[in-house]
Structure formats: structure tokens, C-alpha cells
């Protein structure tokens, strides 16, 4: 018999009456030197249980390779840390996580292929989830409650009413997981939404639901589904995720503690998302697109009850004094914000011009028209698009398709636009001269992570063509930046560059602390600090500092290195002691 069982109104654990007070806590969004200080955090307001999902397309990026299993993807160890902490845990698999992550965890390898339905029954699909399985659930085994472990209930797929109807694939998943060896709990969640409900339940599954407000409504319609059973909130949404170029959303903690009181006093169990919505680091966020494309930004603060750096918010406190009224918090002293590193200055010692560089980071391959980033093995970050024109004077360049995400055109090494996915753009008026040099430097932003537009491609989308003339013969680069050693930094004499570069910069820390990167002056690019990636920084906002979490920082002399596609002529970055997600808008 599983750890955790249900009964007409609600749960039991080993045979106890048991509520399931969870918060979400991606491990993968927190630097692991603080995945125990998260769990305390998350015990000491009153949780009993924590909730993560887990990125496919990051424990698996290549279909014939090993498991990733380590830094900021040991789920196992994660885990153990769970447990030790005396907290239960629910795993949400997927395959599809959305999570505002990047292709909503589904690896691109798979997306890629224009054949395979994904999130379906279609034998291609399935037998990938299959694969990965085998690989995934004997490295979890020994963390599931049966075996002693923490992990007391698995979700099946991820709100998938919206999505679609293919019962057969759902009941393809339980049974995927059941003969692997998962005896625990599985469960569904769904929108609030009697189709959805509908289409993304199973029979003999739990049924959640997934909401923010409207609390008596929406458990309403989970017992109109199900009449019998525990009611669960498996997504509480007590905050919000950012775009750039919108506002930073927050939500007043009054509201949401309401609400959470509203839920606890109607006897569900509910997992807080987010509990602590950490970071999207590198170039791990992911985007939405409906009518027009809509990147994540780099932070995922989510207005949670931990903030960003793991310091407790104004919902912190007052979820704990919910929590107090329905179940008990532990008899420990209330936690305050941690320790900061002091304003520190950075001091540019080295730069080193990005374009030039394409050769020695990855060599080219010659096409007659432009490939996508997916046919260079290019999943993440950049490429480089190189041609010859032979016309010459004013003119118009068309890219068939547009691009994915954002291009950087150059003539001669000299920038002359931005064309953007965002803003449907496809043509750029230029003048030129015959033998002119044109590059195309193409950001690819994130994978959309929900609705039908999972797995577009990224790149060049198309033909390039000036005034009607296709442009033929191009040397396509991918761009790998995992190995900042290979950049040949040159001395820094001050001057300004006006085209994408690296620059290197140093600056002495004495206790490491959790700081915050404010760029003032910068426009838009990447950020490392001794190695560790960082994310995207872009002046367009809302976000305008990022996080530096205290176990990247060392005593004594660090390094930062940022990839400035615009270029500056600012001298100035300093890690501060305050974040600034920017202009707040109230939901």
C-alpha cells in the first residue's frame, strides 16, 4: 500500500489523517549551496511537504547520452536534503512541465521534429518519455516513500486539458510510471475549467486543480468533477512571472493569505506556487507566444514568500500565520533577511570583439540558404550567419519567415538594425556596396514553454533575399559560450565599442554574501561571475539588477565577464546589496 492513500474527503499517511501544506521549489532555479537554507525556510513557515518539477530537456539534451545528474540537476541529492529536513515531496515529472521554462521542458532534440505529435499517444513520443523513464525512475527509486524515501505522490503530465484529449497517452504515463516501479500517489491537475477537467483527468487518478482566486468556485467545480475525494490545490498561484518589457508582477499578501485561509478553512490540502520561485539561469527561461512572442525574463522572483535570494517576503509571514490557525508551525525563531555583499565596484581589465571569434568557437557550415540553430546543434544562446552581397546601393533585405528570436544585422562589421520575432519584423532597409560583408547575429530568447508553438525554431527561418535577389552561400556559425576560457581577452584601453564584445572585469570580495549585478549603462546581453552563468540582462526591463547567489562569490579576487551585444561606452558595474525587479504592477 502507498505511503499516501485518500479517503472520501482527504488523505492519509501511513494510515494518519495528513494535509498536504506544500510550496513549490525548483532545484534547478536555486544554486545548490542553498537548496538546505530554501527547505529550512520552507519547513519553518509551516510546510510539510515540498513540490518540484523536473526539466526533461535538461537530464537528457542528448537522446543517446547519460543522465545529467549533478550541480544544479541532482535531483537525487536534492531529495535527501528533503528528507532530512523531515519534508515529504511531490514530483511532477511531466514529461511537460511548462514552468515558464525553456520549451516547457521538452528536450529539442525531440521538438525538432516536425513529424512527432508531442503530448500524445503517437508511438514516437512515447517511446522518447519511455527511454528517459528507464533512465530517470532507478535514480529515484530509493528517494520514493515506498523505500523510505520522501517522495509520497507523482503528477501525470501537467495541466494537459488544455491541451488536448488523448485519454490513451495519460493512461500511457500511469502506466509508464507503475510498472517502473511507483506505487505512490499519482495525480492530475487541471485549470478550474469543466473541459479541461475532463480532458486531463484519468480514472483512478487523483484530480487537483490549479488556480490563484475564486477559491469556493473553483473548488467547486473540482468536487462537480469528482464528488468524493480529497480536494487539492496542486498550483496556489500567489504570485506571478515577469516578460520583458512588462511590469514586475506582485500580488498584495493580504489578498493571497485570504485566499490561502479561504482554502485551508474549506479542508483542502493546496501546494503554494511559488513557495520560492528562485532563478532562471543561463539561458534557461522560457517565453510565451499568442499573439506575439513573449520572452521570460531572467529572474523568477514570482512576488513568492521567499524572494529571489531566499530572503522572507510579506507573504512569508503572513502564510505562516495562516498555517498557524489551520495546522501548527514549529516553535523556531522567525527568520530574517540574510546577510548582503557591501556595494562593490567592478574594475575592466579585458575585452574581446564576439564576431571574430566565430571561427574559433565553432566551425562553419556552408550552405546555399541560412540553416536554423536546431539543424547547426545549436539549442541555446547564439549563431552567426555570414554571405557576400553583390548588389550594391539603397535597398531592402527580406528574411522569409522572420527570425528566431532576435537578429543583429552588420555590413562591413558595422551594425544597421534589429529585426524581432517579437515584433514580426522580416525586412531591413540597407545600403550597400558590392562585396560588402553582411552577418546576422540571431539570440534565440527561450522556447516557448506553452500552447502549440512548443519546439519553433530558432534562427534564420528562411531565405535571405536584397531587393528580390535571394542571397545564396552562407557560412552558418553556432555559437557554444560554455567554455569562457577559449575568449582571447586583449587589454582594455578604455575606448568605446560599438559591436557586440566580451568584456572582463575583476573585483575583490571579502565574505561572500548574495549580492545583486546593477549594469547601469549597459544595454543587453549575458552575464558570468567566476564562470557561473548568470542569465540575460537587457535595459528594456522590468528587471534591471541580477542575482548573485553568495556560493558563486569567493574570498578575495572574483571575475565577471559580460557578453555586450550593443556595444557601450559605460565603464560602470557594481554588485549592490538590494535587487530591482522594476515597476511593480499589482494583480
Known amino acids: 500500500m502507498p505511503a499516501l492513500t485518500t479517503t472520501s474527503d482527504g488523505f492519509l499517511l ?53 543522465l545529467v545528474l549533478d550541480g544544479l540537476l541532482d535531483l537525487p541529492r536534492f531529495l535527501q536534503l528533503a528528507r532530512d529536513e523531515g519534508l515529504h515531496v511531490l514530483l511532477r515529472p511531466g514529461p511537460f512541465i511548462c514552468a515558464e521554462w525553456d520549451g516547457g521542458g521538452l528536450p529539442d532534440w525531440l521538438t525538432s521534429d516536425p513529424d512527432i505529435r508531442l503530448r500524445s499517444s503517437d508511438p514516437r513520443f512515447t517511446g522518447a518519455v519511455d527511454r528517459y523513464l528507464d533512465l530517470l525512475l532507478p535514480a529515484l527509486r530509493p528517494h520514493l516513500a515506498a523505500a523510505g524515501g520522501p517522495v509520497i505522490a507523482v503528477q501525470v503530465e501537467n495541466e494537459y486539458g488544455a491541451y488536448g484529449d488523448d485519454s490513451a497517452y495519460l493512461k500511457h504515463l500511469a502506466d509508464a510510471f507503475r510498472s517502473r516501479g511507483v506505487e505512490e500517489l499519482l495525480f492530475t491537475c487541471d485549470q478550474g475549467d469543466p473541459e479541461h477537467l475532463a480532458a486531463g483527468s484519468l480514472p483512478g487518478v487523483l484530480t487537483a486543480g490549479t488556480f490563484g482566486s475564486r477559491v469556493e468556485q473553483n473548488l467547486g467545480r473540482l468536487r462537480e468533477h469528482r464528488p468524493e475525494g480529497p480536494l487539492f490545490c496542486a498550483e496556489f498561484w500567489i504570485g506571478w512571472f515577469d516578460h520583458w518589457g512588462g511590469p514586475h508582477h506582485v500580488r498584495d499578501a493580504a ?15 493546496v501546494n503554494l506556487y511559488m513557495f520560492h520561485g528562485g532563478t532562471n539561469f543561463g539561458f534557461t527561461n522560457g517565453a510565451n507566444h499568442k499573439h506575439a512572442y513573449e520572452p521570460t525574463v531572467t529572474s523568477y522572483d514570482y512576488d513568492a514568500a521567499l524572494t529571489e535570494c531566499g530572503d522572507p517576503g510579506p507573504k512569508y509571514h503572513a502564510f505562516r500565520e495562516v498555517i498557524a490557525r489551520h495546522t501548527g508551525v514549529p516553535d523556531e525563531p522567525v527568520l530574517v533577511p540574510g546577510p548582503k555583499l557591501p556595494p562593490t565596484g567592478v574594475e575592466w581589465d579585458g575585452r574581446a570583439p564576439l564576431l571574430p571569434l566565430a571561427d574559433t568557437l565553432a566551425a562553419p557550415v556552408r550552405t546555399d540558404d541560412p540553416v536554423t540553430m536546431g539543424e547547426l546543434g545549436q539549442h541555446a544562446g547564439y549563431a552567426l550567419y555570414r554571405t557576400v552581397l553583390r548588389a550594391s546601393g539603397d535597398g531592402l533585405l527580406h528574411f522569409a519567415g522572420g527570425v528566431g528570436d532576435r537578429a543583429q544585422v552588420f555590413v562591413d562589421g ?158 560602470h558595474a557594481q554588485l549592490t546589496d538590494t535587487p530591482d525587479l522594476g515597476p511593480e504592477n499589482t494583480w
Open 414 to 571: 558595422a551594425p544597421v538594425g534589429v529585426l524581432e520575432r517579437e515584433r514580426h519584423d522580416e525586412t531591413l532597409p540597407v545600403r550597400v556596396h558590392p562585396g560588402a560583408r553582411l552577418e546576422v547575429l540571431v539570440e534565440n530568447m527561450g522556447g516557448v514553454n506553452y500552447g502549440p508553438r512548443i519546439g519553433a525554431p530558432k534562427g534564420l527561418l528562411g531565405p535571405v533575399s536584397f531587393n528580390g535577389t535571394a542571397l545564396r552561400g552562407w557560412d552558418c556559425h553556432a555559437l557554444p559560450l560554455d567554455d569562457l576560457e577559449a575568449v582571447p581577452f586583449a587589454p582594455d584601453d578604455g575606448t568605446a565599442v560599438t559591436v557586440p564584445a566580451f568584456h572582463r572585469g575583476t573585483f575583490e570580495v571579502d565574505t561572500p554574501a548574495d549580492a545583486f549585478l546593477a549594469l547601469p549603462g549597459w544595454t543587453k546581453g549575458q552575464a558570468w561571475v567566476n564562470g557561473f552563468h548568470l542569465g540575460r540582462y537587457w535595459n528594456r526591463g522590468p528587471q534591471r539588477t541580477l542575482y548573485v547567489p553568495a556560493p558563486v562569490l569567493r574570498p578575495g579576487g572574483n571575475e565577471l565577464v559580460l557578453l555586450e551585444l550593443h556595444g557601450t561606452t559605460a565603464t
Open 255 to 269: 489578498d493571497a493569505a485570504a485566499d490561502l485561509d479561504r482554502l485551508l478553512s474549506a479542508g483542502a490540502s
Open 14 to 66: 501511513h494510515g494518519e489523517p495528513f494535509r498536504i501544506i506544500s510550496g513549490a521549489l525548483h532545484y534547478f532555479r536555486v544554486h545548490p549551496g542553498l537548496w538546505s537554507d530554501r527547505l529550512r525556510k520552507a519547513r519553518l513557515m509551516g510546510l510539510n511537504t515540498v513540490e518540484t518539477y523536473i526539466p526533461w530537456n535538461h537530464h537528457q539534451p542528448d537522446p543517446e547520452g547519460p
